[in-house]
């Protein structure tokens, strides 16, 4: 974990930071609250290991303030531009979590989903499986169809960490990367 800050009510560290998410641990003693602020694009979650833990929030759209009580195991969110503060009714440990507001509501559906046949992905075998069959994941010819029409992850922090094997950028193994990369080879491109 990174390094420890104290805080008026306790302190923080810093588990992951990237420019997608942000995860602290946060330890608060009992009876203190944090000041009352707003995230102008960010989500705000807590999720609480131990202790009690209130989440105030000032909704804008109402004249009211919503108070989430959260025991261990509880998880809440707060939405971008509404101010909030916490309160510890007990010693509480808990997991702070920051996303921004672009992956929460991205989604535009053009179908409905349902039962996909091996028929339907190999019609479309010209179009995106050259090479795929050599890769060594289950079932990749549908992850790469899926990945096919979703916005490369990659946040050009490209460091695959040995203990994970995972890019310590977008989280992705070497596998689920050459996966997209192959999905999107330009038409005509062999191996």
Known sequence: MGNIT?????????????????????????????????HEHKWNGFYVISGTLEIHVRKNNYELTDVTILGAGDFTTVRPGEFHWFNSISDCVALELYYPETLSEDIVRKSVGGKSTIEKLNSMSGQVTMGLENLNYPDLKTYA????????PCCNVCEIDPMTNKCRGCDRTREQIQAYGLSHMPEGYTK
């Not at 169809?145 to 490369?152: L, P, R």
């Open 145 to 152: 169809y899926t990945v096919a029409s979703v916005t490369s």
């Open 6 to 38: 104290g805080k008026v009510w306790g302190d923080t560290s810093v588990i992951i930071q990237n420019p997608l998410v942000e995860l602290h641990k946060i330890n608060i003693k009992a009876g203190y609250k944090c000041s009352e602020h707003k």
